[in-house]
């Protein structure tokens, strides 16, 4: 991936099954290249399947770190999500309050669930005032079936790109997230140190 950024001088995101030496345990994680070559970011999947054609749990480990945002690579900041993560929103909000404009959530998705999918996306758009763009494995590989559109969606929640082409272009302005951070939903509060002691109560 390394290589593939800097023969052809753009950032890129990709994937891998990231194992520690020292205690054997797999990450599913994603990684940021600049087109230095430079790995800007790893961030390991956190949200796990356990279901039939995903039996994530069986094989890897959840993520242990937050997602945090990446402000050298590319020329807006932007974090990282995976998959399954974007069921679950506090990833978004934890990376809209750090001040990330983009996320980018690669994803392996069938296309008989698709339309949940996309409703999910389009609303942590909203919800985190950021550019989303997620884009889904093109076909299955020796397990349950996988493809569909890849997106992406501008932070009023808006779809800009749903394509199934192997290479796709889509605008980004900085603009608009700053916009859409002043605007409702954009500007309400997050509240975190409540929701942190509403956690804290339910493992006492």
């Known amino acids: 991936m390394s290589e593939a950024a800097t023969t052809v001088g753009i950032s890129l995101i990709g994937g891998a099954i ?5 205690s054997g345990t797999r990450h599913n994680t994603a990684l940021l290249y600049g087109p230095d070559g ?3 970011a790893r961030y390991q ?5 356990e279901e039939d054609g995903y039996w994530e749990t069986s094989h890897y480990e959840p993520g242990t770190d ?3 945002v990446v402000c050298d690579a590319l020329p807006l900041p932007v974090g990282l999500q995976i998959c399954s993560d974007v069921n679950r929103p506090q990833g978004f909000q934890l990376l809209a ?5 983009v996320v980018f959530a690669p994803r392996a998705t069938p296309p008989a669930t698709y339309d949940r999918w996309r409703l999910i ?12 763009i997620s884009a889904n494995r093109p076909r299955s590989e020796h397990g349950p079936p996988i ?20 290479v796709a272009l889509v605008r980004v302005e900085a603009a608009a997230a700053d916009a859409a951070k002043t ?22």
């Not at 999947?45 to 399947?49: G, T, W, Y």
């Not at 309050?97 to 404009?101: D, F, H, P, R, V």
């Not at 996306?121 to 989303?132: D, E, F, W």
């Open 18 to 22: 990231v194992r520690d030496p020292e």
């Open 38 to 40: 430079t790995c800007h």
């Open 45 to 49: 999947k956190v949200h796990l399947p």
């Open 66 to 68: 937050a997602p945090r």
């Open 97 to 101: 309050a750090e001040g990330a404009q």
């Open 121 to 132: 996306l389009r609303a942590n758009a909203i919800m985190s005032g950021c550019y989303v």
């Open 147 to 166: 493809g569909g559109p890849s997106l992406a969606i501008d932070p009023s929640g808006e779809v800009l790109l749903e394509t199934t082409d192997k």
């Open 183 to 204: 605007v409702y939903p954009g500007y309400l509060e997050r509240f975190p140190e409540l929701y942190a002691k509403g956690w804290d109560d339910l493992r006492s």
